[in-house]
Each structure stands twice: as C-alpha cells, then as structure tokens.
C-alpha cells in the first residue's frame, strides 16, 4: 500500500484526473475498477471518481507498484535556463519568448523549448522540485508560434494556472500584436468582423460571411509607420483563432514579411514578421492569486521588428 499526501498544487482537481497525471501507464479501465473495488481510497473512506481532492487530503492506493514512477524524469534541466523575465511574482512570471524558439516541445526526443525552460529556471531558483509535486508543474498559460517574438505568460503554481486560464477565457485581458505587412493598407484603422476556418497543413482560411464550418472572429488594426513599401501596424484580437492575424492580413492582400504560407515573402525577413508586444490586465471578477495584475499593463521595449523601421 502506498499513500500519497494532497498538497496545494494537487487540490481542487477530480480523483480521476489526478490519477491520469500521477499514474500515467494505469489503463482508464483499471483506474474506475481500483475505485469501485476500494482498492483507491481517499481518507480511508470509498472515493467517487468526480469527487474533488482537498489539500491535506491522503489518498490510499492497494495497487501495483508498477504505477508509480521511482522517479520522475529531469530531462529539462539538460536544457538550457535562460529567460527574459519581464515581472515576476510568488504566482507567475512574464517572459519575453524570441523568434526561433518553440512554446513547447513537438517531439519525443530532447528538444529546446520555453516550457521546459521554465521549468529549469524555477528548478534552479528553488521554487520547483519534481519529486515533491504528485500532478502538477509549471505551466506556460497560452502559447504563441515558434516563429514569433513576445509575451508568454506562465504561472508557477495550480492555483495561478486556473485563475489565469479563466482569465484568457473570459478574456479579461488585453493582448496586442506588432507585424509588418507587405505594402501601404488602403484603410490606416480599421475593425473587421470575419469568418475563420481551420484548415489541412495548419493553414487558415478567411471568408467575409457566415458559412458553415467558420467561425466569426474580429481583428482591430492601425498602421504606426509606413517605409519602403511596408507597414508597421499594431493589431489587436477581440477573438483568438489560428493564424488569425496572418490569415486576415492575407486576406486584405498584405500578407506579413516572411510569411510564405500565406503569400508572403522573405526576402527582407525570413520569417514571419509578427510580435506579442503587449498585454493588459483588467479584472471584473476576484482573482485572488492573482490580483496583483488587476488595471497593469507590459509592453515590450525590445522588439526585432523595429529595426526595420
């Protein structure tokens, strides 16, 4: 018999879930039948599958061994560390990701990534240890392209993740991008109220009307700067689709610099000319974690994109 003790970052989650994170090699079929056998407890007492773990709560398990992890992998601390911290607190941390570099890992083998990144800087400050969390590890919130540069917010613990994610879902904030687009758009402001369809070969496609199968999106723009046969705009998503914003420019007949999957070309850039360059917080529900970034806003200084102006 083996007990596991609920801690902070394993509260508040179903008993089955959090066994499909802790036990990750235990068939689903198995997992329900250790449950209505008793052979999972929590608290010395029957479990129920929905029910929710509290912290302080000790799960009993009469199962195998063979599904618990001797020890958990720290293949992340074989990469690299290195982040451009923006701010920083006991709940997240806002980083600056650069162009070339995925949000997480695309394969099985050992491969650079922000997300792991995350994970060794907070393994060497202290604040993250592998083998004393039973289901949780630090999180990116959201993700941007591989080939995009700008904010990624993460969050250190559960409770941050939850409260950030409702706040991405609600949208009670405010993202806004940097890209520059081949030629001189005809309107300098403009919002646009479009229909979006994924596509084979991760590629979107834009129509001007409702049609089954796409989904209504809105992109808000203004042109900054206009300089030889370019323009910097700054954009801004009411709906967060795929490739929105390249997608949509495409579909105005200005694709980004360097985007050659939507007709754009790479002859200035050679990759797509696009950068998260702010994010602003504004709250209308209580979000105790992470109140602390109710009415802020943080832009990025350092931007590629403005060289080219």
Do not use: W
């Not at 018999?1 to 008993?15: F, L, P, T, W, Y």
């Not at 992340?76 to 997240?92: G, M, N, R």
């Not at 890209?179 to 403009?190: F, P, R, W, Y």
């Amino acid at each position: 018999m083996r007990e596991i003790v609920i801690g902070k970052n394993d509260a508040d989650q179903r008993v089955d879930k959090f066994i499909m994170k802790t036990m990750k090699d235990m068939p689903k079929s198995l997992m329900y039948k250790y449950i209505r056998n008793k052979k999972i407890k929590v608290n010395r007492k029957r479990c129920e599958i929905s029910q929710r773990l509290q912290e302080g709560d000790v799960m009993q398990c009469f199962i195998p061994e063979e599904f618990f992890e001797s020890k958990k992998e720290r293949a992340f601390t074989k990469l690299p560390s290195d982040l451009d911290v923006i701010y920083e607190d006991e709940a997240l941390i806002i980083v600056n990701k650069p162009v070339g570099l995925l949000a997480h890992s695309d394969t099985s083998q050992l491969q650079d990534n922000l997300a792991d990144r995350l994970l060794h800087y907070l393994y060497r400050k202290g604040e993250y240890d592998p083998d004393k969390e039973q289901s949780f590890a630090p999180a990116l919130c959201h993700r941007i392209d591989r080939n995009t540069q700008g904010i990624v917010i993460c969050a250190k613990t559960s409770e941050a993740l939850r409260q950030m994610n409702e706040v991405i879902r609600e949208r009670e904030l405010d993202k806004r991008y940097l890209c520059i687009v081949e030629g001189s758009l005809k309107k300098k402001q403009d919002h646009l109220v479009l229909y979006h369809k994924k596509m084979e070969h991760n590629k979107a496609d834009i129509i001007p009307y409702a049609k089954e199968g796409y989904q209504r999106i809105e992109t808000g723009y203004r042109v900054l700067k206009e300089k030889d046969g370019k323009s910097l705009v700054e954009v801004s998503l009411l709906t967060g689709k795929s490739h929105q914003i390249r997608a949509v420019m495409a579909y105005l007949k200005h694709p980004l610099l360097g985007d050659v999957k939507y007709g754009g070309k790479k002859d200035v850039i050679t990759y797509q000319a696009l950068c998260a360059y702010q994010v602003s917080f504004h709250f209308t529900k209580d979000y105790p974690s992470i109140k602390q970034l109710d009415q802020k806003t943080f832009t990025l200084e350092d931007v590629a994109l403005y060289r080219y102006f």
